[in-house]
């Protein structure tokens, strides 16, 4: 009981301090004001501060103090990458770092995550090619979250309810210390999020999302290294960032356009500009991620449903993605 009551006052303050650090941040004179300027990727046209990120690692630090048992080995690689990330992204939000140096970090907090946790690559031909996989995984899963950054509530959301999943999975094996890192995680979202739900008050900036892909890749491989799920469980649970932001990378470069320059072709931004909007479209994100989760964790139940219902929502996603391209296409003449 009083180990519970720890855990739900760990909870409260990581929440509460996100907001409430989210709050002192919009504040003009704060020295965390750091505002985002609209380029032309944006879907903003107002500069609104990007420190949302800040807030949130603070608040998930400070909750994590709180814990009634001395963390394990695979908690501290992950913090201590957390904090390499989230620092050399900061920098990068207030100096502008050359892209280079932003992605030999990432490859360094990659292999660091990746070699420290000792994931099983079974699966794979030989444990040089998984170690491989979940290496370029995790840094695309770190840019993969910034450019998913860029919709009022949308990253927000997504952890919220993704690092819910994760820590309901953790519960089924009674693996009190992945659950609770993963539901403090959850809380800073849901602070942020009171001023990031559209219209947005604040992003996360880089210090935020490229953080939070991170946390999505190492807390997917520590999962995994505990025999809590397998491959297709985080891959499915963040599925919504993950087949959005893939297939438009492979759409764009298909079509012989530049994948690394910035755009507004991603299916969210196709729709906020086609007439859906940030609240519309985000709501529906929300649905869409919530009953993929919940199928997700009745797959981690019954097993022997998992190959139906990856087929079916490869199914889903191959009809939502038809159906969106009818739209914008219909609706967006001349404005990407």
Same mark, same amino acid.
């Given at each position: 009981?009083?180990?519970?009551?720890?855990?739900?006052?760990?909870?409260?303050?990581?929440?509460?301090?996100?907001?409430?650090?989210?709050?002192?941040?919009?504040?003009?004179?704060?020295?965390?004001?750091?505002?985002?300027?609209?380029?032309?990727?944006?879907?903003?046209?107002?500069?609104?501060?990007?420190?949302?990120?800040?807030?949130?690692?603070?608040?998930?630090?400070?909750?994590?103090?709180?814990?009634? *048992?001395?963390?394990?080995? &695979? #908690?501290? %690689? @992950? +913090?201590?990458?957390?904090?390499?990330?989230?620092? /050399?992204?900061?920098? !990068?939000?207030? *100096?502008?770092?050359?892209? &280079? #140096?932003? %992605? @030999? +970090?990432?490859?360094?907090?990659?292999?660091?995550? /990746?070699?420290?946790? !000792?994931?099983?690559?079974?699966?794979?031909?030989?444990?040089?090619?998984?170690?491989?996989?979940?290496?370029?995984?995790?840094?695309?899963?770190?840019?993969?979250?910034?450019?998913?950054?860029?919709?009022?509530?949308?990253?927000?959301?997504?952890?919220?309810?993704?690092?819910?999943?994760?820590?309901?999975?953790?519960?089924?094996?009674?693996?009190?210390?992945?659950?609770?890192?993963?539901?403090?995680?959850?809380?800073?979202?849901?602070?942020?999020?009171?001023?990031?739900?559209?219209?947005?008050?604040?992003?996360?900036?880089?210090?935020?999302?490229?953080?939070?892909?991170?946390?999505?890749?190492?807390?997917?491989?520590?999962?995994?290294?505990?025999?809590?799920?397998?491959?297709?469980?985080?891959?499915?649970?963040?599925?919504?960032?993950?087949?959005?932001?893939?297939?438009?990378?492979?759409?764009?470069?298909?079509?012989?356009?530049?994948?690394?320059?910035?755009?507004?072709?991603?299916?969210?931004?196709?729709?906020?500009?086609?007439?859906?909007?940030?609240?519309?479209?985000?709501?529906?994100?929300?649905?869409?991620?919530?009953?993929?989760?919940?199928?997700?964790?009745?797959?981690?139940?019954?097993?022997?449903?998992?190959?139906?219902?990856?087929?079916?929502?490869?199914?889903?996603?191959?009809?939502?993605?038809?159906?969106?391209?009818?739209?914008?296409?219909?609706?967006?003449?001349?404005?990407?």
């Amino acid at each position: 009981m009083i180990a519970l009551s720890i855990v739900a006052g760990q909870l409260t303050l990581t929440g509460i301090l996100s907001w409430w650090l989210c709050r002192q941040f919009i504040n003009p004179d704060s020295p965390f004001h750091l505002l985002d300027h609209p380029n032309e990727r944006s879907l903003h046209h107002t500069p609104i501060p990007r420190s949302g990120g800040i807030a949130m690692i603070i608040a998930i630090m400070c909750g994590m103090l709180l814990t009634p *048992f001395s963390y394990s080995e &695979s #908690v501290w %690689l @992950l +913090v201590g990458g957390s904090l390499v990330i989230s620092a /050399v992204s900061m920098a !990068d939000d207030w *100096f502008d770092l050359p892209a &280079s #140096v932003r %992605l @030999l +970090v990432h490859m360094a907090a990659s292999v660091w995550v /990746v070699f420290g946790l !000792d994931v099983d690559t079974s699966i794979f031909v030989n444990h040089w090619v998984g170690l491989l996989f979940f290496t370029l995984s995790t840094i695309w899963l770190i840019n993969l979250y910034n450019f998913m950054d860029g919709m009022d509530g949308f990253a927000g959301g997504m952890g919220a309810i993704g690092f819910s999943l994760f820590a309901i999975a953790g519960v089924f094996h009674t693996d009190i210390e992945f659950s609770l890192v993963a539901i403090l995680i959850a809380a800073a979202n849901v602070g942020f999020l009171r001023f990031n739900f559209p219209p947005a008050k604040i992003f996360m900036g880089d210090a935020g999302s490229a953080t939070m892909g991170f946390l999505v890749a190492g807390l997917s491989m520590w999962g995994l290294s505990l025999n809590l799920f397998e491959l297709w469980f985080p891959l499915l649970v963040f599925s919504p960032f993950i087949f959005d932001a893939t297939a438009t990378l492979i759409r764009r470069a298909l079509k012989g356009e530049k994948v690394w320059q910035a755009h507004r072709e991603h299916y969210y931004q196709r729709l906020a500009l086609a007439g859906w909007g940030h609240k519309k479209t985000v709501v529906h994100e929300y649905i869409l991620m919530f009953f993929v989760g919940m199928s997700a964790i009745g797959m981690l139940c019954w097993s022997e449903a998992v190959m139906i219902g990856l087929g079916f929502w490869a199914l889903v996603y191959s009809l939502l993605a038809y159906k969106a391209d009818m739209f914008c296409k219909k609706n967006m003449e001349g404005k990407l």
